[in-house]
DNA sequence: ATCAACCGTGGTATCGATACCAAGCCTGAC
DNA sequence: GTCAGGCTTGGTATCGATACCACGGTTGAT
């Protein structure tokens, strides 16, 4: 077992009290100059590394923030991890990383772990919430940030932008440039809540219009990914309304799929038929599709959490922070 | 500040030791059914959480991995984090991530502060290491893996598969079936260490099939992510050559771009021109694309590192860990 | 010249859990 | 009937750092 250096090893080499070291870390202004040379020889010779489980023991801040996100594996969540990350670290913090694969019934348990290493804070981009975790935590007095939606009631505080009101200003997007036949694909799993909601807003928004919203699919296909998703439901579409002269997708992906199948129907997009989709993502930045989309910032959500984290009683102020998304107009509409 | 409830509250409210109630957390069969039954109940009442920053102190034993990866935004590693992250939680163990952006510099900044959490074990998915980290790394007596790669110097473990060998496998497939003229699109960035090994072992099945290797780009392109690096090398590759009858990309990314300025320019794939990727994720599925490719087991690759974490000793006793990888034909070539 | 205020410094208690050791109880064997 | 040995249980020390308080020495004001 390598044995860890500790900080009296550092205060015995240096000639000081242990309590001098700590403030050499901590708070180095509050040092004499000779002194915090004399400690940081010592730190440089004996290669410490401060063990902050201690410290975090005796001043009860970890300096650690928890997440908890459905998946990893996609560029949506990967983006805002990177943004928090990036900035927590730059803070001084770390983050513990949990993904519960879109398992509700994980999160409680997730959770419970979470806080067993008495996080500084708490990040979520869970939806719905179950009472055994909304209890938990009512209990803990640590800013919990909900990200990528806006909740009306968020728990504490929330990152993130309407979902509703980007499917609906696609919607009217495709309306005004002449569509009379929009179709929606995708967003018809109950889990995808946010997809949902842009569903929703598209709803409304071709109500209004007094057009009649056509979606795909209906039911749950958990089982297909975004391009296939997207190409499978484009074909079905098509079979029952042929006429349509737009397809507004709950995603990139999907969208990638719509306009493969198209291609390969020879639809011509965007004379024939619009195309939109959602994300922003590499997937439609100026490459063979030129994807129409609405680009949300999952970076700069990553780090206005990281801020809020960080801050909370500014944060609190706000309670829910929209940082908007931008409808991105290319080649397909 | 909502105070945590401590292990001493349960042990009052249920009238018994502390350590009883530590022992019934950890070793339950340890603990007669009565008191045991007591405690939990208590437990349960007071909505106790166990503090394991303490226990951690105290045992030595952190529960806790660290992970530095270049990038959460990459499908290549994000399946490889759900893997390691569902196998550890599962066994009890939380993640600990810090990703470093691809800067070389922040490594060991970053590896300094994962450290300092005293962690049970770490995964890297960087290719090489300064000597800061070596060092680092030499002190400490933790479980380290390196994920994605086979280096035959590994620093502890490594688990992954070979890059060169899957390069080398499909410029022979490639061979086998006919082509002649075989360009390699990616892999330029010196950087991405991985790419350079598939590369390089692309280059060795053509020199030793007697073939002229063609390589797009070969400064570093770094601006440019995949679908679009595929698309504009794609382009500059048949002004210089345009008699190329296969294309072999650097990840399935670049495929797709490829694959779409190919069908802009009215090129027939696969009867002018035969493409393959490499990773087998989403984009490559059997999708519009139904790309050739070669299929990493990202996730397999995630679980097998959570495993070597767990139990060190038998996968040392390996070293060097090969979860393989399959080339899947399908329609581009 | 005297005293208050302040700065740098160190000693000691403390955070919440677990390791270690010792003690009490029960069972079974002689 | 007595004693050994196994089982459960609790007390106390401990992990490594920081909070809190107290001390000596210096500075500035009266």
Same mark, same amino acid.
């Given at each position: 077992?390598?044995?860890?250096?500790?900080?009296?090893?550092?205060?015995?080499?240096?000639?000081?009290?242990?309590? #001098?070291?700590?403030?050499?870390?901590?708070?180095?202004?509050?040092?004499?100059?000779?002194?915090?040379?004399?400690?940081?020889?010592?730190?440089?010779?004996?290669?410490?590394?401060?063990?902050? #489980?201690?410290?975090?023991?005796?001043?009860?801040?970890?300096?650690?923030?928890?997440?908890?996100?459905?998946?990893?594996?996609?560029?949506?969540?990967?983006?805002?991890?990177?943004?928090?990350?990036? #900035?927590?670290?730059?803070?001084?913090?770390?983050?513990?990383?949990?993904?519960?694969?879109?398992?509700?019934?994980?999160?409680?348990?997730?959770?419970?772990?979470?806080?067993?290493?008495?996080?500084?804070?708490?990040?979520?981009?869970?939806?719905?919430?179950?009472?055994?975790? #909304?209890?938990?935590?009512?209990?803990?007095?640590?800013? $919990?940030?909900?990200?990528?939606?806006?909740?009306?009631?968020?728990?504490?505080?929330?990152?993130?932008?309407?979902?509703?009101?980007?499917?609906?200003?696609?919607?009217?997007?495709?309306?005004?440039?002449?569509?009379?036949?929009?179709?929606?694909?995708?967003?018809?799993?109950?889990?995808?809540?946010?997809?949902?909601?842009?569903?929703?807003?598209?709803?409304?928004?071709?109500?209004?219009?007094?057009?009649?919203? $056509?979606?795909?699919?209906?039911?749950?296909?958990?089982?297909?990914?975004?391009?296939?998703?997207?190409?499978?439901?484009?074909?079905?579409?098509?079979?029952?309304?042929?006429?349509?002269?737009?397809?507004?997708?709950?995603?990139?992906?999907?969208?990638?799929?719509?306009?493969?199948?198209?291609?390969?129907?020879?639809?011509?997009?965007?004379?024939?038929?619009?195309?939109?989709?959602?994300?922003?993502?590499?997937?439609?930045?100026?490459?063979?599709?030129?994807?129409?989309?609405?680009?949300?910032?999952?970076?700069?959500?990553?780090?206005?959490?990281?801020?809020?984290?960080?801050?909370?009683?500014?944060?609190?102020?706000?309670?829910?922070?929209?940082?908007?998304?931008?409808?991105?107009?290319?080649?397909?509409?």
């Amino acid at each position: 077992m390598g044995k860890w250096v500790t900080m009296k090893d550092v205060a015995d080499l240096a000639n000081v009290g242990t309590i #001098t070291v700590s403030r050499v870390l901590r708070t180095p202004e509050k040092v004499s100059e000779a002194k915090r040379q004399r400690v940081e020889k010592a730190i440089e010779e004996l290669g410490y590394v401060p063990d902050n #489980t201690a410290g975090a023991l005796s001043s009860s801040k970890s300096r650690v923030f928890g997440a908890i996100v459905s998946t990893v594996n996609d560029s949506v969540f990967a983006q805002t991890l990177d943004g928090l990350s990036s #900035t927590l670290r730059a803070a001084g913090y770390e983050l513990l990383l949990t993904s519960t694969n879109y398992n509700p019934e994980v999160e409680e348990e997730a959770l419970r772990a979470l806080l067993a290493r008495r996080p500084d804070g708490i990040v979520l981009t869970s939806t719905s919430h179950s009472i055994g975790v #909304t209890k938990l935590l009512d209990a803990v007095s640590i800013p $919990v940030v909900e990200v990528w939606q806006l909740p009306s009631e968020p728990l504490d505080i929330a990152v993130g932008f309407s979902n509703y009101q980007a499917g609906y200003d696609m919607a009217r997007h495709l309306i005004n440039s002449g569509c009379e036949n929009i179709a929606f694909i995708g967003g018809g799993c109950a889990r995808d809540v946010r997809g949902l909601r842009r569903r929703e807003g598209y709803k409304d928004a071709l109500k209004s219009a007094g057009l009649a919203p $056509v979606m795909w699919p209906n039911e749950d296909q958990a089982a297909l990914t975004g391009i296939e998703l997207g190409a499978a439901s484009f074909e079905k579409c098509l079979n029952v309304n042929p006429h349509v002269d737009a397809v507004m997708c709950v995603s990139d992906q999907v969208a990638v799929g719509v306009l493969c199948e198209a291609s390969r129907r020879d639809v011509d997009v965007p004379n024939d038929m619009s195309v939109s989709g959602f994300g922003g993502f590499e997937v439609s930045a100026p490459s063979g599709f030129d994807l129409t989309t609405i680009a949300v910032p999952g970076y700069e959500i990553g780090v206005a959490s990281a801020r809020a984290l960080l801050d909370p009683e500014a944060a609190r102020a706000q309670k829910v922070i929209d940082v908007g998304y931008k409808l991105v107009e290319r080649g397909t509409t």
